[in-house]
């Protein structure tokens, strides 16, 4: 089992910054791809980004690819989420995930295990 417990999410006005961080538990935690996700209210839960087991390779979504950055820090046993220029349309419930099948999954199927969400909420 591995859980994970994510941080950071807040109120910020549209143009700020807010980071995320997941921190996880349990199993070794540089055994596992780990991925961002994100659900708005009235809408699916959508991928936002990726990064391997070492931090050297990530995947983002097209959306967030040029001002959002994924990395982690397994001595630390955290994955985290730089969140650049936010907008209104980033206000969701993040959450991260982690997946014992690999990485670079934007498929929610393929991760084994989620935190429970942080709130972000962009005013305009």
């Known amino acids: 089992q591995v859980q994970l417990v994510e941080s950071g999410g807040g109120l910020v006005q549209a143009g700020g910054s807010l980071r995320l961080s997941c921190t996880a538990s349990g199993r070794t935690f540089s055994n596992y791809g780990m991925g961002w996700f994100r659900q708005a209210p009235g809408k699916e839960r959508e991928f936002v980004a990726a990064i391997n087991w070492s931090g050297g390779s990530t995947y983002s979504a097209n959306s967030v690819k040029a001002r959002f950055t994924i990395s982690r820090d397994n001595a630390k046993n955290t994955v985290y989420l730089q969140m650049n220029s936010l907008k209104p349309e980033d206000t969701a419930v993040y959450y991260c995930?982690?997946?014992?099948?690999?990485?670079?999954?934007?498929?929610?199927?393929?991760?084994?295990?989620w935190g429970q969400g942080t709130q972000v909420t962009v005013s305009s």
């Open positions: 995930a982690a997946s014992s099948r690999g990485w670079g999954f934007s498929d929610q199927n393929q991760y084994n295990y």
